[in-house]
């Protein structure tokens, strides 16, 4: 093969490095295409593969809910949908015949099965608060006169959020513990241990961190199902 005496070694050299960088860039992944967040529930779908710390911004001052009673019924469009997601996975838990409706037998065999000794009176009680059939809806409007007392989770996590400085998503239980009995509406020692006895705690990074609760994870177990009013 003869080579053209017009073509100096440089330049083909230069050929060869812009040949070989476009080999490369075709054959690099392209990431894939950002899913779609428009809607609510695909936001709350991305939330759950890709977690991450967002906390929310101050909106002033906090107007509870209106009170529930009995008979009202809470609209859709009023509720975190998050929290009807995990009331959707309950629910599917205690319907142990899936027939669509939870009765008397699959609270008995869910007590059973959390090792618990049902009791029938107790049972009773609770499938009188329902309107019957409890099925899904009527499940979710129990559950919404229930935790009507309960502040919304965004309203929680805009409070503890106070105390993380650096936005980590943790905070220390001992500061936590010092504000409970010192300021405010002041706790008990027995009933501040017993306010964070089944706060979730945060993987310690090192063996010198101290116990931190994980703030968000505590404020998704006691945020009710309604939404933050606005105004």
Same mark, same amino acid.
């Given at each position: 093969?003869?080579?053209?005496?017009?073509?100096? #070694?440089?330049?083909?050299?230069?050929?060869?490095?812009?040949?070989?960088?476009?080999?490369?860039? /075709?054959?690099?992944?392209?990431? &894939?295409?950002?899913?779609?967040? $428009?809607?609510?529930?695909?936001?709350?779908?991305?939330?759950?593969?890709?977690?991450?710390?967002?906390?929310?911004?101050?909106?002033?001052? %906090?107007?509870?809910?209106?009170?529930?009673?009995?008979?009202?019924?809470?609209?859709?469009?009023?509720?975190?949908?998050?929290?009807?997601?995990?009331?959707?996975?309950?629910?599917?838990?205690?319907?142990?015949?899936?027939?669509?409706?939870? /009765?008397?037998? $699959?609270?008995?065999?869910? %007590?059973?099965?959390?090792?618990?000794?049902?009791? =029938?009176?107790?049972?009773?009680?609770?499938?009188? =608060?329902?309107?019957? &059939? #409890?099925?899904?809806? /009527?499940?979710?409007?129990?559950?919404?006169?229930?935790?009507? =007392?309960?502040?919304?989770?965004?309203?929680?996590?805009?409070?503890?959020?106070?105390?993380?400085?650096?936005?980590?998503?943790?905070?220390?239980?001992?500061?936590?513990?010092?504000? #409970?009995?010192?300021?405010? @509406?002041?706790?008990?020692? /027995?009933?501040?241990?017993?306010?964070?006895?089944?706060? &979730?705690?945060?993987?310690?990074?090192?063996?010198?961190? &101290?116990?931190?609760? @994980?703030?968000?994870?505590?404020?998704?177990? #006691?945020?009710?199902?309604?939404?933050?009013?606005?105004?």
């Amino acid at each position: 093969m003869s080579m053209d005496p017009s073509v100096s #070694l440089e330049d083909l050299e230069r050929r060869r490095r812009r040949t070989s960088s476009a080999r490369k860039a /075709s054959q690099t992944p392209q990431p &894939p295409a950002q899913l779609s967040t $428009d809607s609510e529930a695909m936001a709350v779908i991305n939330e759950i593969f890709n977690p991450r710390l967002k906390l929310p911004e101050s909106t002033g001052h %906090y107007t509870l809910p209106e009170e529930l009673s009995a008979n009202d019924q809470v609209s859709s469009k009023d509720l975190d949908i998050a929290k009807l997601a995990e009331l959707k996975e309950v629910f599917t838990l205690f319907d142990t015949d899936c027939d669509g409706l939870i /009765s008397k037998d $699959d609270l008995r065999f869910t %007590y059973m099965a959390l090792g618990n000794e049902p009791n =029938e009176q107790l049972l009773e009680q609770m499938m009188q =608060e329902a309107h019957e &059939p #409890l099925d899904y809806e /009527s499940f979710v409007q129990l559950m919404c006169r229930r935790t009507q =007392e309960l502040d919304p989770e965004e309203v929680l996590l805009e409070a503890w959020s106070k105390w993380d400085d650096h936005g980590t998503g943790k905070i220390d239980e001992r500061k936590i513990y010092e504000e #409970l009995i010192n300021y405010g @509406d002041k706790l008990t020692v /027995s009933e501040a241990k017993e306010a964070l006895s089944h706060a &979730p705690m945060a993987k310690p990074k090192t063996l010198e961190e &101290p116990p931190m609760i @994980d703030y968000p994870a505590f404020c998704r177990m #006691l945020g009710g199902m309604r939404k933050r009013k606005t105004p």
